[in-house]
């Protein structure tokens, strides 16, 4: 699936690099796994092959989808969650470990309408500040330029 050197997401780890593929043992049987190497952390993480498709290791967002990203993010009409701040942030916290870039937009532009009808609890901000920085690290990657050029596009997206 993946290879050494390949630039990847791991839901809520972030963008990441596959530095090696190791054998490890463990109780008696052999894995094979990925060596995942955080972008924004200085540590390593033991990815079994096996597990990748439930922990949704996943490629960075291809620049043929990017356009399809930016509409979610300059979207207009947004619908906000329903329900008392308990239900949405139980919902946000489940949007934000999905760990796919297209739920994360809708998130970010969500949240960013939320804070304009009201002042965002401290977990919602939170939970957008996390969002935010997920999406502006990959995209900023995948359009190989720096963070501060992709905050700068996206709050013109959103309207900011």
Do not use: H
């Not at 490890?24 to 200085?42: C, L, R, S, T």
């Not at 977990?123 to 957008?128: Q, V």
């Not at 500040?129 to 900023?140: F, T």
């Amino acid at each position: 699936m993946f290879k050494i050197g390949d630039i990847v997401v791991y839901p809520g780890y972030g963008l990441g690099k596959i530095i090696s593929i190791d054998e490890k043992v463990i109780e008696g049987k052999v894995y094979q796994a990925y060596v995942f190497k955080p972008v924004e952390k200085d540590t390593e993480i033991f990815i079994p092959m096996n597990s990748v498709q439930k922990i949704g290791l996943r490629p960075i967002i291809s620049k043929e989808r990017l356009k399809e990203l930016y509409a979610i993010l300059a979207r207009e009409e947004i619908k906000i969650t329903d329900g008392n701040w308990n239900k949405r942030y139980r919902e946000y916290t489940e949007k934000l470990k999905s760990g796919d870039i297209f739920i994360l937009a809708s998130l970010v532009r969500e949240l960013f309408e939320l804070s304009k009808r009201k002042n965002l609890s401290f977990g919602e901000k939170k939970i957008y500040e996390k969002a935010k920085e997920l999406l502006v690290l990959e995209l900023a990657y995948c359009e190989n330029c720096s963070p501060f050029e992709i905050e700068k596009k996206v709050r013109e997206l959103l309207g900011s």
